[in-house]
């Protein structure tokens, strides 16, 4: 290989391989310097971050294995506005760009992005980009309420954060007067700051071991490789005209989401075309990068699950989504809820590709909930942390859901012991729920319960932000799976209907969120009976659930093979 000055440098398959594996390290190793230096439950436990390195003209290069998709997809975007307004020509060693504007970044307020660039001397060689979702960005904590993005938080526009390495003390003091507990929040920006470092130094280190002057042909070469193998994929899915609809109801009202997506030859065109009209109040909106983050995605596991994530994956598709719709807000529409419309697309996708790509689709999951609680202790102490919590993941052709899973998004639920030692809130339960899998030859993940109360009636008044979300709506399985089990909420038997910004003041006031399980997939009737026992040893499924679901007689706890239908 030459040192890649010219752009044509050439790479043989060992030193490639070993070449962008340690790209994804460094990616990796900035992720750990974030956790491990975070201060909040969502970026420290949540994992609700993304690392991503680029080449010099602002294209992903790689990403860290525990990313976000919803900002890898985004982070691409966001840096090529950054470098809009920042060409590379004015920016110096020492620089970093911060925006969370959600038309540039990643779809709400609370997701903040950090960009670096890397300098090998005087000259920029590429980027890394951070970003991480903090705990508070001001704004109201009512967020079915907002009807624009202007009640949501603080908005940032690209700008910088530091300026060659001087701190921008006027923009670290604007943030702090604007947020909740701004101690976690700046040590979360300092904590992506530092990841940003750690990667730029291990960049740089990297070319310097290699003796590469320059990134642009090992990008190209990785980028171009990345690009084939999509192509390659796309070419084995018959051409066509694939359609598929789907429906959520976040504001009690059901909206329909249609998606046709066409195939031709080695390109892939995803098109929105009759989302609803953005909704005027609640922040269930998404910009159109969040959602064409969330529509490239699924497509890219689907099709090149063994490939690394770069830019070259989604050079084959395009993604459209009216302008003014849900999918394609207008600015100053509130977005600070767009998972609860976001979230949709893939199972919207799976449902729609699922004649043509039986064995890479799944089906639908019980989506996740992140409670939030906020308020001052007895103690004077401010708390404002999260809870997040994963519903059951939707079965495959080729296996069972996983049960209590976070996606689509890759975050992580939150611990309970940290939770409760970050917040006067004590967890009374939390557990899978039996029956909840809808059956299927494989079976859906099951969905969870979980109560919390106040730890102590104090006097002081606790915030907390239920919304969970599916309630009301029934997701059939595919090929024949039945639906995962449902979506409730209440306060100590008070239904939340669709979710609510509650006020805990006594000790004895109890939150219930019960999170759906996945649907099934294929004929329930031609599930393995060494299934059903598994299911009936672990508690997933109940005698009586495996009786009416299965269609099998159960005695002792176990199959009765003898007096059920053979399978």
Request: aromatic share 8%; hydrophobic share 40%.
């Amino acid at each position: 290989m030459n040192d890649g000055r010219s752009g044509r440098a050439r790479f043989d398959s060992i030193a490639l391989k070993i070449m962008w594996d340690r790209l994804v390290s460094i990616a990796d190793e900035m992720i750990l310097s974030l956790v491990r230096s975070s201060f909040s439950i969502t970026v420290r436990e949540g994992y609700d971050l993304s690392c991503v390195l680029f080449d010099g003209n602002g294209a992903s290069l790689a990403q860290g294995t525990f990313s976000v998709p919803g900002f890898t997809g985004t982070a691409p975007q966001t840096v090529a506005h950054m470098l809009a307004k920042f060409p590379p020509h004015t920016l110096a060693p020492g620089d970093v760009l911060i925006t969370n504007d959600p038309w540039l970044c990643a779809g709400h307020l609370f997701d903040i992005a950090i960009v670096t660039p890397v300098f090998r001397g005087e000259r920029l060689v590429g980027l890394v980009g951070t970003v991480g979702h903090v705990s508070d960005i001001g704004g109201t904590k009512d967020s079915m309420r907002a009807r624009e993005i202007y009640e949501e938080g603080i908005q940032i526009p690209p700008m910088k954060l530091f300026k060659a390495g001087v701190p921008n003390e006027d923009l670290f003091t604007l943030i702090a007067e604007n947020v909740r507990n701004n101690e976690q929040v700046l040590g979360d920006l300092h904590a992506l700051v530092s990841a940003n470092a750690v990667g730029a130094q291990r960049l740089i280190a990297f070319m310097d071991e290699y003796g590469i002057h320059d990134l642009r042909a090992l990008a190209k070469i990785v980028q171009d490789r990345a690009e084939a193998a999509m192509r390659a994929a796309i070419r084995a899915v018959p051409d066509g005209v694939y359609t598929g609809t789907i429906s959520n109801n976040p504001l009690g009202e059901k909206l329909d989401f249609p998606v046709k997506i066409t195939v031709t030859g080695d390109a892939m065109e995803v098109d929105f075309e009759g989302a609803p009209p953005q909704l005027p109040q609640g922040g269930y909106n998404c910009t159109m990068n969040y959602t064409a983050a969330h529509a490239t995605y699924p497509l890219k596991c689907m099709l090149t699950p063994n490939v690394r994530g770069n830019a070259g994956c989604y050079r084959p598709f395009t993604v459209k989504a009216p302008e003014g719709s849900a999918l394609n807000c207008r600015k100053p529409a509130a977005v600070n809820m767009r998972t609860r419309v976001g979230w949709y697309v893939a199972p919207n996708l799976f449902k729609a590709l699922a004649p043509a790509m039986p064995a890479q689709v799944q089906a639908n999951t019980g989506l996740p909930v992140a409670v939030f609680v906020y308020g001052r202790g007895a103690d004077g102490r401010t708390y404002n942390d999260h809870l997040f919590m994963g519903g059951g993941q939707g079965a495959s052709e080729k296996a069972d859901g996983k049960s209590g899973l976070m996606w689509p998004t890759s975050a992580a639920n939150t611990p309970i012991e940290l939770f409760e030692a970050r917040t006067p809130a004590v967890c009374l339960e939390k557990a899978y729920l039996p029956d909840t899998g809808g059956a299927g030859a494989h079976r859906g993940g099951l969905g969870q319960v979980v109560r919390f109360r106040k730890l102590a009636t104090d006097g002081h008044a606790t915030l907390a932000g239920v919304y969970p979300e599916g309630r009301f709506m029934t997701y059939p399985g595919l090929a024949g799976g039945a639906p995962g089990g449902s979506v409730g909420a209440d306060v100590s038997g008070k239904d939340l209907g669709t979710g609510a910004l509650v006020t805990l003041t006594r000790g004895d006031e109890v939150v219930s969120l019960t999170l759906a399980g996945g649907a099934g997939y294929g004929d329930p009737k031609k599930r393995s009976l060494d299934a059903i026992d598994r299911d009936l040893a672990e508690g997933y499924v109940t005698p009586e659930g495996a009786e009416r679901d299965y269609g099998v007689v159960v005695r002792n706890g176990k199959v009765d093979r003898a007096a059920s239908p053979k399978r």
